[in-house]
C-alpha cells in the first residue's frame, strides 16, 4: 500500500505537465524584450496607442522586421516612425511592407 506522501507526490506529477500547457496558454502575449513598456515615456505610450502598436504580431508576414520603417538586422530595432525600440515582432498600424 502507497503511503500519503508517494500518492500526493504521483498525483502532483501526473497534473504538472498539463497545468504547465495550460499556464502557457493563459499567459499573455510575449512581451516586447526591445523596450519594456513599463519605463517607456507617456508620449511613447500614447504614440504606440494610437498605432495599435503590439508587442507581438499576429500576422506571420506582417511584423516590425519587414517594415520599411525598420532599422535593425536583429530581434531588436528602431522604428522610424516611433522614434524608439521595437522587436523585430512587432507590430502597428502604420506597417508598410520593405521594398522587395
Ligand atoms: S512603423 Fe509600425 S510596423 Fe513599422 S517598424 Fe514601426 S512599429 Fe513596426
Do not use: H, W, Y
Amino acid at each position: 500500500m502507497m503511503d500519503e506522501t508517494r500518492r500526493r507526490f504521483l498525483a502532483l506529477a501526473a497534473v504538472a505537465p498539463v497545468a504547465a500547457v495550460a499556464m502557457g496558454r493563459l499567459a499573455p502575449a510575449r512581451a516586447d524584450t526591445c523596450a519594456d513598456p513599463a519605463t517607456l515615456p507617456a508620449a511613447q505610450k500614447s504614440l504606440r496607442a494610437s498605432l495599435d502598436f503590439e508587442a507581438v504580431s499576429k500576422e506571420p508576414g506582417k511584423r516590425c522586421g519587414l517594415c520599411a520603417f525598420f532599422k535593425g538586422t536583429g530581434d531588436c530595432g528602431s522604428c522610424q516612425i516611433l522614434t524608439s525600440q521595437v522587436s523585430a515582432n512587432s507590430i502597428c498600424s502604420s506597417f508598410a511592407a520593405k521594398a522587395g
